[in-house]
């Protein structure tokens, strides 16, 4: 068995079309994959929007779908720079994460800082997840020599990583005061009708960052 290194360095050297047919494949369907997960998140923004309680946090979500949107037209343009037809490759991980934040929506009460707190944390995921996926395209693009298509990916991984701090502010500047504020008026109504998802009495933890 060859090391990864001298794998890597043959790989460099061009002598091994196998990996790099390989490689190629595991970034278009990584591509298709985003494609679904962008078209899918357009569609939970707005529906997040809609249901969230205060004006920030729905404004929020408001900008990040107009976001999505320019993010779904930058992979169509990294298609159409390969030379590929645009298509999306379903992904049970995103379908996952959107079940998860509409079941905030249908176990929050409407008009609740609860329900915006369950938002962020549903939402934040969700951005982890696409920057995790940006992150490896973004890789495979320079092993690749897509230097185009790295440029366009390195964009939306900023917008992804900012959105990401976004969320985290508002987590910590609004969320968590005003959490604290309605647990203190209506003792319980914090934990209440998060407890299943997070477990009896233990509090809901908002805006963890994880260093991206
Ligand atoms: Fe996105």
Known sequence: ???LGERIAS??????????????????????SVYYTEKRAVDALADQAEAST???VGQAFINHEQQSRNQVERLEE???IIGIRAEEHKSGA???LIHDAHWVITNT??????????LIIAAQAIEHYEIAIYGSLLTLAHVLDFTQSAELLAVTLEEEKETDRKLTALAESFINSGSKEEEEHHPGSHHASLNSNFG?????????????
């Open 1 to 3: 068995m060859a090391s």
């Open 11 to 32: 790989f460099f050297s061009g002598n091994d079309s196998t990996a790099d047919e390989g490689l190629r494949d595991l970034f278009i369907t990584n591509l298709k």
């Open 54 to 56: 205060t004006d920030e």
């Open 78 to 80: 990294i298609f159409r």
């Open 94 to 96: 995103i379908d996952g």
């Open 109 to 118: 009460e409407p008009g609740s800082l609860t329900r915006d707190a369950g």
């Open 200 to 212: 009896s009495g233990s509090d809901v933890t908002l805006g963890g960052p994880l260093g991206v």
